[in-house]
């Protein structure tokens, strides 16, 4: 199923990249393309066959409710952009 | 026309963990900003979850005093959505398969009758961190000490019929999660929240209205407020020929009303996935049968029990288990005093519960604990003391002056017992009233009230009333 | 010295021939004399490689020292290393120095080696030539005009050029076995949860395993000892003992069940890589293997599946990425928006956002079903494949890359056309199978690789057979001209 433009547009918006106007037509190349490669899994049937979203059947181990960090704040905003008073900032938002 | 009000709430829940759901960092509030986002609630580069046993605990202790069914397996899926206090740019939660489903909260309304609301879900999920919007050179702060905090989302059924039912359930719903001990339930920190979807539609039609979901509601009032004004405007609408569009909208308390949510406008698309990072939660039997033997005697199973037991009314019952601190207060008082439970239930649905009224003080921090009023109700049970200067004593307690033993004697209130005593006040009393005497012995059977009152002034209210009584009509009969 | 193999090295500082730090000099030389033919490093980390050294070599005069003590080593720039900058080969981690260690990286030191720095590869990991790194393409040591595949490929041509004995790499869909393949090296796929993911940037987490790089099977060996085990902090590791690999090598492999999956030798195999790979499988059958073809009917499924599983799982995983508390951001964003579109759009190179937006239209409303869904369905059909062939046969046996390296810019140009490099790697990722990929021979002075796939937990059995082919085979001691 090839994609239009605006497709790309609506997908690039949807993972906050910015495309350039005149790359778009690339894109749509590429990513039909891609969607081209993976058509063929429409006709494999799969009536009743459970989704594998794990490769081991394994089940989810849990942890002890214990405090086990330390503040080290200093360390991880050291490779922060932009930080002031221990906060992170970012352009004003709007609710 | 006639418009019927439809509300469901999605109430979010933190979780009283020590550590957060997928992290060993700390939950405790109030901390500074971003000292307790370690790796993984930063979302840094290369780190994984792994989920906190004691969260699951608590989803599941819930489950099971809804009458739910906690689900065997279920899975951790990710809803993904940019926005700054979210560092991974996904929501880890719970999507098709939550821990818990299908349970129900009964709530019993005005009337008096009782409604049972249904629990459509129940499921587990990270909070996200706090945007300060404080100038920063007109940039917003980020917090993220917040973000990975163990949230339980309760979702109710559309059952809810109006502002004051919502209410209603959501303040069960908060007793529930406080008897339970898995939410400390203190709005003000946000640790009990709600999100209101509202609809109206004509009384009798089958389908819902179109919703509007207002969100973050974090005080009982401000539910009822922003439920009422969202109906209002609703029918406004309608009334008016307009449609209701489905939307996310905020309660603006200073305003007293809801406006559409801008950062939320477009239609979003959350690209729900399993989590490939964690793997399915599988509970055992035994792991439920475990939580269940640490399940606390539920609100409802109380309140029944201390009409039985106590032979309480059920509305004193209802009052005395709103919450498991009031229940807990009533039953150690009751145990300190040892006497009648109806007389224990009405000193702390009463003189208690209106002190802490007046000091807007939880039963907790109250200063007379239930040590001390029970030891105040023995005294009264004893003979030390009469009802009426118990409540004196109360008083002084309440102000910090001691026990009940302490202030009695300090200020003379005991009693007066010894039948010589009372027998020397009535007779004075009888030699400085002789018309009335005489009135009485002639068949004025009414004077005895009279001569009680003039024995209690002279004893200043501490003769024992059954002993005045008594002597007064022996030594009044007609001779 | 740096022909030598682990055992030899770790004798020679025994026996105090060498010391590390002297050992670690004469690698540190040979990144800086060779390694601009090559690109295989981005960071070079001399001065803490020397004080590891130094460390060693106390350790071993202490009496202290492990077998591994003292060997340098060096890490794909996937693996967090604290106060490194940790780049996964993009614009966006360039300025980010990882603030912890990932638990390869922490076991790896425990183990007493030497970090001599951080390889090149494919942008977080997304590619198969290690032409999409911000700082360049790797070359192949056999021919600087060719790729030494991808992502893994700074490790591969690193080790392959002697710049260093051993490395570790990741494959997502064929990141370790493809280059390995293609530079002449022994590289080890563990079992998905067998090496801890801490601290491993992820591209595709349900795919992504650690493992190592080496010039043998024994090498690889050692190296996997440290790298894997059970890690608390990774939910899907795997809570089971490390089989003991060294100790397992030199087992005889008569009556070894090896199948060959006739998918694997068909359509889109160069002949010449066919007629390498024909002739390791008589070698096999020389030491005792019992070879019979066996079926894999839904392999040409496997590169669709992965081209909807690890762009989907890469669209979330790198939506962290988004300019706020690390990584590349914009020059004065003009609104949040703005702030990660630009800061994205800048940092992220072209492949990795044509797989961001494969993805996210993958898991998008409308078509979650038809695309993601339905390749967990197939995914499935593939890993029930292996189920059965397990059931008759030991390790399965083929190709590991239809062909030998391409040209840099042979496949850039047509996503797909790269893609198709990795089918016979893919499908082991899917399934959660270990694989090696070992040296097997030359067609026109450039290496091919076997792949030996096992069943679960099979790696000290894979490294077995690795061994025991080495011990009659010397592809693996081949040195590519102007790096003996």
Known sequence: ?95 | MDWETVIGLEIHAQLATRSKIFSGASTAFGAEPNTQACAVDLGLPGVLPVLNEGAVRMAVKFGLAVGAEVARRSVFARKNYFYPDLPKGYQISQYELPVVAGGHLDIELEDGSTKRVGITRAHLEEDAGKSLHEDFHGLTGIDLNRAGTPLLEIVSEPDLRSPREAVAYMKRLHALVRYLEICDGNMQEGSFRCDANVSVRPRGQSTYGTRAEIKNLNSFRFVERAIQYEVERQITLLESGGTVQQETRLYDPDRGETRPMRSKEEANDYRYFPDPDLLPLVLEESFVEEVKATLPELPDARKARFTRDYGLSPYDAGVLTATREMADFYESTLRAAGGEPKIAANWVMGELSGALNKGSLEVTASPVGPEALGGLLRRIADGTISGKIAKEVFEAMWAGEGDAEAIIERRGLRQVTDTGAIERLVDQVMAANPEQVAGYRAGKDKLLGFFVGQVMKVSGGKANPGQLNEILKRKLAPR | MHNRSIAEIAAALDRREVSSEELTRHFLGRIARLDGQLNSFVTVTGEQALSQAREADRRRAAGAAGPLTGIPMAHKDIFCTLGVRTSCGSRMLDPFVAPYDATVVERVAAAGMVTLGKTNMDEFAMGSSSETSFYGPVRNPWDPGRVPGGSSGGSAAAVAARLVPVATGTDTGGSIRQPAALTGLTGLKPTYGRVSRYGMVAFASSLDQGGPFARSAEDAAWLLSAMAGFDPRDSTSLDRPVDDYVGALEAPLDGLRVGLPKEYFGEGLDPRVSAVVEAAVRELEGLGARVREVSLPNSSLAVPVYYVVAPAECSSNLSRYDGVRYGHRCAEPKGLEDLYKRSRSEGFGAEVKRRIMIGTYALSAGYYDAYYLKAQQVRRLIADDFRRAFAEVDVLVGPTSPSTAFRLGEKTSDPVQMYLSDIYTIAVNLAGLPAIALPAGFVDGLPVGLQVIGDYFSEARLLNVGHRYQQLTDWHQRVPPGFE
């Open chain 1, 1 to 95: 199923m090839p994609l239009s433009g605006k497709d790309v547009e609506n997908i690039a918006h949807l993972a906050r990249l910015a495309l350039a106007e005149e790359d778009i037509p690339r894109y749509v190349r590429e990513l039909s393309s891609i969607l081209n490669l993976v058509e063929q899994l429409q006709r494999v049937d799969t009536e009743g066959v459970p989704p594998m979203a794990h490769p081991l059947d394994a089940h989810q181990r849990l942890r002890p409710d214990a405090v086990t960090e330390t503040d080290q704040r200093e360390l991880f905003q050291s490779t922060a952009p932009l930080t002031e008073a221990g906060l992170y900032l970012v352009p004003r938002v709007i609710e």
